[in-house]
Every structure is written in structure tokens, then in C-alpha cells.
């Protein structure tokens, strides 16, 4: 029996001058349901998610994502959709304009028992500019990475090959007409058509999924799609077997570790003015600061750098060349003579905040070695590290050689390809992914993470990030809403569990001011966002023995530890469905949507409800507090 979806969303006809973005503390859009048979999937903002055979998912998702000349994805406009069930299926229907009517996209779906047919056509109306427009269909990673892949090439041929276990800085295929293999026991064929496909390793950006894409990278880009001219795709799927379960992921919830230190991350632009009205207000962690030899004065640095006191952790930007020795020695000497101790520096060419594929070619000027080296000789006392201040993108693209540095760091950004609540918490299955993979590359040395954030710090891809002044969900954007609500809080507390899981010495994840802060100042007074008290919880639980937890439902993590002989943790509903969370006995604070947590001392303040059981709404926090074993 086809199934159809229910109350306002795609199953009644409807029309919309714009697509509609959720408030930043609205509940996450779970989708609506739609399939037929033992075939179902999601329908979220007009992307087919979740597709599923008998009830193992076998598609992540397939959208026709309009990329601008930035990799800025276009905003749909003018949105009609419409759904109807036939004798021979259901069909969804989805129509919508971008770039102010300058192209034209259509794409029908037809779902069957036996699985789906999409068909896209784009029509410009005038000449349009992008980086890419067509089908993207991601392949989730459970049951999916490291198994094996039959590609189908444009000729007709036949490769066998696997999805990497391992995230791969290459891409894993090229020349795709279409690709067989099994998910958890379900067979699945997926034929393409209207372009040449290829897949590329999506965990490099944080996305859980491995992505199969047209127009070829190896083609130039930005292109033109001419005015009247009409882009054709389609993808064919077909499923068939019997689903079995299993998993060649590690579960991280229970793992034991030493949990990791926490920083905060800032610039000398966050330190001065309204940002340094914050210092007195912000947890007690590492400061991680980031200072560009090339734009920020090393005499303003260091005094900023100055008011916060105690010892610090620079990454250092400097130019690609010309001299950089002495605003480096500038930057030393003033910070000595302040009395500030300066624990590490990872210095890195300024070429290298871009992005430039696997094969090269590397940038011609300063190497990350002679920066490095350079930074050492300033600042003899502190443990240099290499890698990249960006994304693991870079680092796994540009692998630091094992014989350099005391440690290796990059970032994680979880709105590079999406933006919605849901892509947004799924970059949490792809994180054990990438930490695994970077311990593979350093060796003995331990991983720090710059800042592991929802939103984007700066931009490898692209001139700048997306700007976003109505603090919209968009991608690529630094200032993301989610920043300041308890979804941002939730997401910090995945994000520290699976880093603590997989051993990370070392992970920012706010910032002192600026677009990541943990607050904001007004009228005078110190206004806290929720990810403010997790990381409060987190700073205390700071290097101390991660104790196992209880057993957790799949989308809850958390991590415990033993403080001063009382049990403390954190929790966070990072899924979709309301879930329950046995509490073993102690008691319990909920941090819930609605609930007024702007008191910095909020958390200090709240009465424990004694539970053995504790209710989690999606994007909830719960703080734990018990005896010690």
C-alpha cells in the first residue's frame, strides 16, 4: 500500500512565494512521510530524505542543489509542490524558480514497491552562472563505508571498487552511469543519465554521507547555462532482498577516555571593544587565539591578548611572503614582556586558508615548514603543532609529514553543503569518521580541534562566507541562529561526546565575543545562550577519566566524570523523535525549549529533580549529578 503525506506539509497542493525558513528555536522539521510499499522516505524543503527498503535507509538523500560562483547555494523561490497517488505510484511534484527567475527547475519523483524515479529539468531564462546544477545523492555511511561498490562507467564497463573506510582526500569514482552494491542485506541499483556523475568523500566537509554529483570537478567552473537552454537528468533506483542488521562502526557513547580540554576560540577583533565586556563572563578554558600577521597589528594584538591573562594558545596567520620575521618577533617580545605564557602555536602560510585539491597544485610561496619553523624559534617554550585552520578538508588533503610538530589540529564546520536542523545534526555520524581517520595520520601525536562549530569561520571555497544578516539557516554562513539557541547547545555537547570518544586532546567550541560567543552583553548586563552552561559543565569535567555511561538510545550523547567526588554529565537529545534516557538513580537539570536560561549562573542555580528516568525532547539537555562510584 502507497502511503501519502499527512497535515500541511507536501500532501495537500499548496504554492509559496518563498521557502519558508524555520525561527531559530522552532522544533526540528522531522519531514513528512511519504512512499510506497516497503519504499518510504522523507520529504524535507523539497529534498527527498531518508529513502528506505523495508525499513533500512539505503539513500540519504537526492536533491538539485543550484550552486552560485561562491559554492553559495541559490534560495528557492516561488515554491509550488503537489502530490498524488496513482494506480502505479505515488508522485511528488516539485517546481521552483532561483537566481530572480533566471532559471527554472522542475523535478518529478515517482515512488513504487520496487523503488523511485526522479527526472530534473532546469530551463534558463537568461544566462545563468554556477558551479553546479543538477542531481546530488548522497549514500548514508552505516552499512555503506567500506563495502564493496560496482561502478557502471559512461561506455557501458564495469569496476570493482569500495566506499572507503578510511575518509578518502580523493574522490572514490569517477565516470558514473551507475552504481550497484548492498546496504545491510538490500540490494540496490541506481542508474544515472543526462550528465557524467562522479562521488567524492562528503565526511572530508563533516556530512555523513558519501556524494555522487554531476559535472565533473576536472571541468571548468563557474560555468554558463545559456538562456533558453534545458538541463535533463533522471536516477533510477531499484531495491530488492531481505534487510539484516549490522554496523562496521564502533558505537563512541560508551568508549572510555580521558575527556579533552576545552577552548575558546578569538581574534583581536573579538578581544577589544564590546568583546572585551565579555572576558569576566566566559568559562574558565583555554583561549585559542588566532592573530593574521598580515592584517592584525602585533602591538594591539598583544594587548588584547594581554587582558585575558594566564597562558594562551595562538594559530598564526602570516603571509605567503616578504617578511614575516619581524612582526612575528614584534608579537613575542610584547607578549614576554606582558607576562603572558604562550602554551603552543601552530603558524600556517596564508595560501593555505584555501582549499586546493589533493593532486595539487600546492601554492608556490611560504611553506607550512618554514612558518612553522619560524614560529618555533620565537616562541622556543611552546609545543608547535601543524595542520590546518580550516577543515579537515585541507588537513587530510595536505597530511602533515609524522616527523613534524608536537600536534596535529583542524576544524569542523557543519553547514558546508546544508544547512537544515536535520543535515546539521547528522554531521554528528560522520565526526567518528573523520577524528579516526586524523589519528591514522597523527600518529602519536595528539589532535587538538580549532573550533568545531555549526557555523563556518572562514570560507576555503570561495571569496567569503555567505553572508547572512538575518541570521537565517543558510550554508556556509558564520553566523548561524542555532549559535544562541539549545539546538547549538545539544550539537556542542554530540560534538565534545564523540571527540572524547575517539580520544581528541583538545576542542574549542565557542568563542570569547564574536559570532561564536557564548553570550552577548545588553544593557550592561551579561546575557548567557544555552551552549554557555554546557560548556561550563564540560570546562569542569575537563580532563578527568570519562566514566561509562548508562546505556543510551542512539541519537542521546553525553559523557560523566567524577568531580570532587560527586558524578556530574551531560546529556543531549540529538535526534529527531522524543526519546527516554534512564537516569541509574541521581537527580537531574533539564535545559528545554521555552525555558528562560539567560542567568549566567542559571546552571549553579537550578534545583536537581531527583529521576530514574528523564524524558528527551529533540535538541534537549539534560545536566546529571550523583554520587561517585
Not at 513504487?112 to 554556477?130: E, F, Q, Y
Not at 557513547?253 to 577583533?269: G, Y
Request: with cysteine; proline share 6%.
Amino acid at each position: 500500500m502507497c502511503v501519502v503525506c499527512g497535515g500541511e506539509g507536501p500532501g495537500l497542493d499548496r504554492q509559496a512565494d518563498t521557502q519558508a525558513v524555520p525561527d531559530a528555536s522552532a522544533v526540528i522539521d522531522n519531514g513528512s512521510p511519504i512512499g510506497c510499499g516497503p519504499v518510504t522516505a522523507l520529504i524535507a524543503d523539497g529534498t527527498i530524505r531518508r529513502i528506505a527498503f523495508k525499513g533500512i535507509e539505503i539513500v540519504r538523500s537526492v536533491d538539485c542543489p543550484i550552486r552560485d560562483a561562491n559554492w553559495g547555494t541559490a534560495v528557492p523561490e516561488n515554491v509550488r509542490e503537489q502530490l498524488d497517488e496513482r494506480a502505479d505510484g505515488v508522485f511528488y511534484r516539485r517546481r521552483f524558480d532561483v537566481f530572480e527567475g533566471a532559471l527554472d527547475v522542475h523535478l518529478n519523483t515517482q515512488f513504487t514497491p520496487h523503488g523511485l524515479r526522479l527526472d530534473l529539468s532546469l530551463t534558463a531564462n537568461r544566462s545563468v552562472l554556477t558551479n553546479r546544477a543538477g542531481f546530488t545523492l548522497l549514500h548514508p555511511l552505516d552499512g555503506v563505508a567500506g563495502t564493496a561498490l560496482t561502478i557502471v562507467h559512461s561506455d557501458g564497463s564495469e569496476e570493482q571498487a569500495a566506499f572507503p573506510m578510511a575518509v578518502m582526500a580523493g574522490q572514490p569514482a569517477f565516470d558514473i552511469a551507475g552504481l550497484r552494491h548492498t546496504v545491510h542485506g538490500v540490494a540496490v541499483d541506481i542508474a544515472f543519465a543526462g550528465d557524467v556523475f562522479e562521488m567524492e568523500d562528503q565526511r572530508n566537509w563533516t556530512d555523513a554521507s558519501f556524494k555522487t554529483y554531476c559535472r565533473p570537478l576536472s571541468l571548468p567552473f563557474p560555468y554558463r547555462i545559456e538562456a533558453g537552454h534545458t538541463v535533463a537528468q533522471s536516477i533510477a533506483i531499484k531495491v530488492s532482498g531481505d534487510a539484516s542488521h549490522s554496523s562496521l562502526m564502533a558505537a563512541t557513547n560508551d568508549a572510555p577516555a580521558t575527556l579533552p580540554d576545552i577552548a575558546l576560540a578569538a581574534t583581536p577583533a573579538w578581544l577589544s571593544g564590546a568583546g572585551r565586556a565579555l572576558f569576566g563572563h566566559v568559562p574558565r578554558a583555554t583561549r585559542l587565539i588566532r592573530v593574521d600577521l598580515g592584517h592584525d597589528d602585533p602591538v594591539d594584538a598583544a594587548h588584547g591578548i594581554a587582558k585575558l591573562g594566564g597562558s594562551v594558545e595562538l594559530e598564526l596567520i602570516v603571509n605567503d611572503d616578504g617578511d614575516i620575521e619581524t612582526p612575528l618577533a614584534d608579537l613575542a617580545g610584547r607578549m614576554r614582556g606582558s607576562g603572558i605564557e604562550v602554551a603552543s602555536v601552530i603558524a600556517l602560510p596564508r595560501a593555505y586558508l584555501q582549499s586546493y585539491q589533493p593532486s595539487g597544485p600546492w601554492p608556490a610561496g611560504r611553506t607550512i615548514t618554514q612558518a612553522m619553523n619560524l614560529a618555533a624559534s620565537e616562541f622556543p617554550g611552546a609545543r608547535i603543532g601543524v595542520g590546518m585552520l580550516t577543515s579537515f578538508t585541507e588537513f587530510n588533503r595536505h597530511a602533515p609529514p609524522p616527523e613534524l610538530g608536537d600536534f596535529v589540529t583542524y576544524s569542523t564546520c557543519a553547514i558546508v553543503h546544508a544547512a537544515d536542523d536535520r543535515s546539521v545534526f547528522e554531521t554528528l555520524e560522520a565526526l567518528p569518521h573523520i577524528h579516526q581517520s586524523a589519528k591514522a595520520i597523527a600518529g602519536d601525536r595528539p589532535l587538538r580541534l580549532g573550533l568545531a562549530s555549526i557555523g563556518m569561520r572562514s570560507n576555503p571555497y570561495g571569496a567569503a562566507v555567505a553572508d547572512n544578516p538575518g541570521l537565517d539557516r543558510i550554508a556556509m554562513a558564520m553566523d548561524d541562529p542555532r549559535q544562541r539557541t539549545l539546538f547549538g547547545a545539544a550539537f556542542a555537547v554530540g560534538a565534545y561526546a564523540v571527540a572524547a570518544a575517539c580520544g581528541v586532546a583538545r576542542i574549542a567550541l565557542a568563542g570569547i565575543g564574536g559570532p561564536f560567543a557564548t553570550g552577548v552583553i545588553e544593557n550592561d548586563r551579561f546575557t548567557a545562550w544555552p551552549i554557555h552552561h554546557v560548556i561550563e559543565a564540560l570546562v569542569a569535567m575537563a580532563g578527568g577519566q570519562r566514566v561509562a555511561n548508562p546505556a543510551l538510545p542512539a541519537s542521546v550523547f553525553g559523557i560523566q566524570a567524577d568531580v570532587d567526588g560527586r558524578r556530574i554529565g551531560v546529556f543531549a537529545n540529538c535526534g529527531f523523535e522524543d526519546t527516554a534516557m534512564s537516569m541509574g538513580g541521581g537527580s537531574a537539570i533539564m535545559m528545554s525549549a521555552g525555558e528562560d536560561v539567560t542567568d549566567p549562573d542559571w546552571l549553579a542555580r537550578a534545583e536537581p529533580v531527583a529521576s530514574d528516568r528523564i524524558d528527551l525532547a529533540p535538541g534537549s539537555v539534560v545536566f546529571t549529578r550523583g554520587s561517585a562510584a
